[in-house]
Each structure stands twice: as C-alpha cells, then as structure tokens.
C-alpha cells in the first residue's frame, strides 16, 4: 500500500488500541445500503471522511463493494461507494470510502458536521 493512502482501520479489540488513521465521529442515523442481494435499512454509529460503521443484519462479506445511502433531508440521498472491511453476524460492518468524487467529498465533510454526536 502507497504511504500517501491513508489506512483506515478497526479498534483492536483485544488491547481497545484505536487503530484508525482517521477517528470517526460517533452518529446515530437511520441509512439506506445496498448490494447485488437486495437494498437493506441500517443505522450508522460512526463515521469519517475515509469510512463508516452500519449496525445493520444484512449478508455482507469483507471485501463486498456496496452503496450506502446517506440522507440529506427532504428526501434527498447522497449515494456513497464502499468497501466492507470487516463485519460482524447479525450486528454490522464496517466500510471503507472508495473512488468519491471531490463534490462527494464535500457532501460527506457537511454531512459528518451536520450529523455527528460527540461534540
């Protein structure tokens, strides 16, 4: 891996060790996600400008690429390409931002502002 890409990766959680190159901010919103299986409700628990995490109990497997849809309001959605980079049975998975646009890009800094919990 190029060391100009930033890694985003999970808490170790043997050591509770945060691991991320980017902290996510903590949120609390229901999302829309969808793969070749069907299109799934969940609700985000945390998020960066690199990666999310979606409590979630549809089928995913690390690796899957998939759309996530963030909500702007008004019935507006901002479609989000990822990467699952880990998942856990029945609880939720963990996706890694790929090929965003720079608009996508501004969408999502607004987004997290607007959104996040731990202010």
Same mark, same amino acid.
Request: charged content about 30%; aromatic content about 8%.
């Given at each position: 891996?190029?060391?100009?890409?930033?890694?985003?990766?999970?808490?170790?959680?043997?050591?509770?060790?945060?691991?991320?190159?980017?902290?996510?901010?903590?949120?609390?919103?229901?999302?829309?996600?969808?793969?070749?299986?069907g299109r799934y409700?969940?609700?985000?628990?945390?998020?960066?400008?690199?990666?999310?995490?979606?409590?979630?109990?549809?089928?995913?497997?690390? =690796?899957?690429? #998939?759309?996530?849809?963030l909500p702007l309001?008004?019935?507006? +959605? %901002?479609?989000?390409?990822?990467?699952? *980079? /880990?998942?856990?049975?029945?609880? =939720?998975?963990? #996706?890694?931002?790929?090929?965003?646009?720079?608009?996508?890009? +501004? %969408?999502?800094?607004?987004?997290?502002? *607007? /959104?996040?919990?731990?202010?």
């Amino acid at each position: 891996m190029p060391n100009s890409t930033v890694r985003m990766t999970m808490t170790d959680r043997r050591s509770g060790f945060e691991r991320r190159a980017i902290i996510r901010s903590k949120a609390s919103l229901g999302v829309e996600w969808e793969n070749l299986a069907g299109r799934y409700s969940g609700t985000l628990s945390d998020i960066s400008e690199c990666g999310c995490f979606v409590l979630s109990s549809g089928e995913v497997s690390e =690796g899957d690429t #998939l759309k996530l849809f963030l909500p702007l309001g008004e019935g507006m +959605k %901002v479609q989000i390409l990822g990467e699952v *980079k /880990n998942h856990v049975f029945e609880i =939720g998975f963990a #996706l890694r931002f790929i090929g965003l646009s720079e608009a996508q890009k +501004k %969408v999502l800094r607004e987004f997290i502002a *607007k /959104n996040r919990l731990d202010d």
